[in-house]
């Protein structure tokens, strides 16, 4: 079975293509992003948030992107710590830009084009997609452990009615951790997938994947995983703060922590969670915050987000171009 087989990061994967169809979902993104806030803005008051944003302490803005780096360094170094144990072997740098591309690839629908970190890393050292996708899907996963498990330290605290939005993909992923840890339920599982007639055509692909997988979840790979990924987001929640503070406003660490990672995981499901994060972490401040405007939430919300999210889509587009040149010069051929 051909590589072609395991699903790209676009139908036509050349360089020049990525970087087109990042420019439309960019294009879009940014549209959907100024609707929320400026329907945001209006519903607050126009004047109001450009009266909190001029009053804000644009000094406290330099330690909240610093806190982002930290988060995206800690991810970066999940993200090398897992393509080494898979056996693609590459160079700090290299893997660096093929990280942070991924960060263009989040407003894509689904995060689907989030793939391109894969396919670059098998156009670069030939290691097959098959083989490092999992290294993406268990990044993406300990990010999600981890902000469950931000949110579910005050969830009971601060939103006992919503608790069953923490709880409840808790539980399904310490489910699927176990079936991950049990070969044979696995292998058993994989062997009636093999029987559907889309699925029998990868069903060797998949099988390569799980391998790698289990590496990938083993208890320590897991743990120090997780653990990076609970430093890396409790930062971003510390920005969060400084957000507020720099608003005048007295947030605590705790709920600050809440509202942000209960919003990112409400936001999951959406390219960069446009639209539900925002406006999650708007009501949220309104209700829990004291001393919190309407004008105040909507820009705290946007100016965390533009540290956060539109900081990395920043970062990934600069990053897209040398991405295009590693195609240039690949360090081996890529497998089959």
């Not at 007639?197 to 995983?225: F, H, N, Q, W």
């Amino acid at each position: 079975m051909s590589e072609a087989q395991v699903p790209s990061p676009t139908a036509d994967a050349s360089p020049q293509n990525l970087i087109v169809r990042f420019r439309v979902w960019l294009a879009w993104g940014i549209a959907l992003a100024a609707l929320l806030y400026v329907a945001g803005s209006l519903y607050a008051g126009i004047g109001q948030v450009g009266t909190a944003l001029t009053s804000f302490r644009w000094v406290l803005f330099l330690p909240v992107l610093g806190l982002t780096l930290v988060n995206y360094a800690l991810r970066f170094w999940k993200w090398h710590y897992l393509t080494g144990r898979l056996g693609a072997r590459l160079p700090i740098a290299d893997n660096l830009v093929i990280f942070l591309s991924g960060f263009a690839m989040v407003i894509s629908p689904g995060r689907a084009a989030e793939l391109l970190k894969p396919w670059l890393v098998r156009a670069r050292v030939g290691v097959p997609m098959a083989q490092t996708i999992p290294a993406l899907v268990t990044e993406r996963l300990t990010d999600g452990i981890a902000c469950l498990s931000l949110a579910a330290i005050g969830v009971s605290t601060y939103a006992g009615d919503r608790a069953v939005y923490v709880f409840v993909p808790i539980g399904l992923v310490v489910v699927g951790l176990a079936v991950l840890s049990h070969r044979g339920l696995s292998l058993a599982i994989l062997g009636v997938l093999r029987r559907l007639p889309v699925i029998s055509r990868v069903g060797d692909k998949l099988e390569e994947m799980y391998v790698a997988m289990r590496t990938c979840v083993a208890p320590v790979p897991l743990l120090l995983t997780v653990l990076a990924s609970l430093v890396a987001w409790g930062a971003e929640c510390v920005g969060y703060m400084l957000v507020f503070r720099g608003f005048g406003v007295q947030a605590s660490l705790d709920t600050s922590t809440f509202l942000y990672a209960f919003a990112t995981v409400a936001g999951g499901a959406m390219p960069g969670g446009l639209g539900v994060a925002d406006g999650a972490l708007v009501g949220g401040a309104m209700e829990l915050v004291p001393g919190v405007t309407e004008a105040i939430a909507v820009a705290s919300a946007l100016l965390i987000r533009v540290a956060t999210l539109w900081f990395g889509v920043v970062l990934g587009a600069i990053a897209l171009l040398p991405a295009a040149k590693l195609l240039d010069s690949p360090l081996a051929a890529p497998k089959p």
